[in-house]
């Protein structure tokens, strides 16, 4: 509840932003225009640069939020539409019209991630949707143990797409599911002896570097390092050789050849790319 704060890297300067005087977010993405695009449980703000002020877009009611549902993630598509998140299912909101329409009811969605200009790729609690945003088309997968090429979990926390167009997801339970750019099933990062090289079930997030190299976030075991051009993995928490303070990772940002990691309890750690070292 105690806002945000926006920092420029340049000089390294920062503004804080209150909750008391303007709002808490819950999800951030970038709006077509190029400006940040936030919400807080009910409403969208858009920031305007020109007198640094933000524009309420109400999507959810006080109803809406007395029965516990709020906006949890955010994605601008190409079409000049908006998805929009929330513990109680996905909305798109037209740009053009300001007409919002319900896609999925009912299921929490956490994450959002467009595979390509038609395609978005929609992580929920009831498993994956892949919705063709021109046509309106939507495809749900889900894990069933009867089926060892389906995803790993039903519980999708995050999605990226990697440079070469593959698709990784990040599960609750399952940890990671990982579908190459090509015609194929799902796969899933074990080693020789059918271990797991991600040793965590709980995954926040992914990133990519500009080298290509994953970078996961976990909520049980910390932060993973993978070489995806020689299959090695390297893991930073409280317990490994590459020491941060937490095994709790929220948020991951690559910048300038560091990698940005938002922890629970502990704040900002700043790890260095080519290294490999954690600098603060």
Not at 96 to 117: F, K, Y
Not at 163 to 175: A, D
Request: hydrophobic share 35%; charged share 20%.
């Amino acid at each position: 509840n105690s806002g945000f704060v926006r920092y420029t890297p340049s000089d390294g300067s920062y503004r804080r932003y209150p909750g008391k005087s303007y709002f808490n977010p819950t999800a951030i993405t970038l709006a077509s225009s190029g400006s940040p695009l936030f919400a807080d449980s009910l409403s969208l703000w858009r920031y305007t640069r020109q007198n640094d002020s933000f524009v309420q877009t109400p999507v959810l009611s006080e109803k809406d939020a007395m029965r516990g549902n709020k906006i949890y993630t955010l994605l601008q598509l190409p079409n000049k539409k908006i998805l929009i998140g929330t513990l109680s299912g996905l909305l798109q909101l037209d740009e053009t019209t300001q007409e919002i329409s319900v896609l999925i009811p009912g299921i929490t969605i956490n994450a959002l991630e467009l595979q390509d200009n038609r395609t978005c790729w929609i992580g929920s609690e009831d498993g994956l949707y892949i919705y063709n945003i021109y046509d309106g088309n939507m495809r749900h997968s889900r894990y069933t143990s009867e089926n060892s090429l389906s995803i790993r979990d039903n519980s999708i926390y995050d999605i990226c797409r990697d440079s070469e167009g593959g698709m990784w997801l990040g599960g609750y339970f399952g940890g990671i599911s990982y579908l190459p750019n090509r015609k194929t099933a799902f796969n899933y990062l074990i080693d020789d002896n059918g271990q797991r090289i991600i040793d965590a079930n709980t995954i926040r997030q992914i990133i990519v570097d500009d080298s290509g190299d994953l970078w996961i976030g976990s909520e049980d075991n910390g932060l993973f390092h993978y070489d995806t051009s020689e299959g090695k993995v390297v893991n930073y928490s409280p317990a490994t050789d590459h020491r941060i303070p937490d095994y709790n990772i929220q948020g991951l940002l690559v910048r300038d050849n560091v990698i940005w990691v938002g922890t629970l309890r502990h704040g900002l750690v700043l790890i260095d790319i080519a290294s490999g070292n954690v600098i603060r």
